[in-house]
C-alpha cells in the first residue's frame, strides 16, 4: 500500500511505519506494479530450517507449503497432539498409540485397531449386511404368502362346510316342519285296550 506520505509498506496500519503520520482508508492507494514484483521474487520455503531445500516465487510459496513434505501436520488420531512432517505422518499413524482404537473415517460407527484399519471396507460390509436383510425379508415374504395361502384354503373349506351345514339344517327344518301336517292329514290310530 502506499501512504499518502508516499512510503510504501505491505501491511495496512493506522499510522506510517516510518513517520507516524495518521493514515485514512480512503487515502492507501494499492501499488499492483510492486505487489507483482515482490511476487516474483524467489523466497526459501519456510520450512528450510528442517531440511526443505526449495526456493520459488513468493506467490507461489503457499502452494509449495500445502505440499511440502517438511510441513508440520497434526495427528489426526483422536487424542494426539503431535505435530510431524509430512513426510512422516503415515509412519506416524502406524505407530501413534492414540491410533490403536479409532472410529471409522467414513463414518460406519465401527472402531478400529490399526490392523482392522488397513483392509477396512464398510461399504462392502454394509452391503453385505443389506444383501442378508434382503435375502431375510424375502424369506419372510414367501413363508407370510404360504400362510396366507393355508388360511385363504381353511377359510373356503370353512364356507363350504358352513353352506352345507346350512342345507342340512333347511333340510331338517323342512322335515320338522311338515311331519305334523303330515299327521294332522293321516286318519287317527286306535288304540286298543287290552
Not at 495518521?22 to 530450517?49: D, P, S, T
Not at 435375502?135 to 373349506?157: D, G, I, P, W
Amino acid at each position: 500500500m502506499r501512504l499518502p506520505c508516499s512510503h510504501i509498506f505491505c501491511k495496512r496500519q493506522k499510522t506510517c511505519p516510518c513517520c507516524r503520520k495518521e493514515v485514512k482508508q480512503k487515502k492507501m492507494v494499492h501499488v499492483n506494479k510492486l505487489r507483482k514484483l515482490i511476487g516474483r521474487l524467489e523466497v526459501k520455503c519456510k520450512n528450510a530450517e528442517a531440511g526443505c531445500l526449495v526456493t520459488c516465487p513468493l506467490a507461489h510459496r503457499k502452494g509449495h507449503q500445502d505440499s511440502c513434505p517438511f510441513e508440520l501436520m497434526a495427528c489426526p488420531n483422536e487424542g494426539c497432539t503431535s505435530r510431524v512432517p509430512r513426510g512422516n505422518l503415515a509412519e506416524h499413524r502406524q505407530n501413534c498409540q492414540h491410533g490403536a482404537h479409532q472410529r471409522c473415517p467414513l463414518g460406519c460407527g465401527a472402531t478400529l485397531c490399526p490392523a482392522e484399519r488397513a483392509s477396512h471396507n464398510c461399504y462392502r460390509e454394509l452391503r453385505k449386511a443389506w444383501c442378508q436383510r434382503q435375502e431375510r425379508s424375502r424369506t419372510l415374504v414367501l413363508c407370510l404368502l404360504r400362510r396366507m395361502r393355508k388360511v385363504y384354503r381353511s377359510a373356503n373349506h370353512i364356507r363350504r362346510q358352513l353352506a352345507q351345514l346350512g342345507e342340512l339344517l333347511e333340510e331338517d327344518d323342512a322335515l320338522l316342519l311338515g311331519a305334523p301336517q303330515e299327521e294332522a292329514e293321516a286318519p287317527p290310530r286306535r288304540q286298543h285296550w287290552g
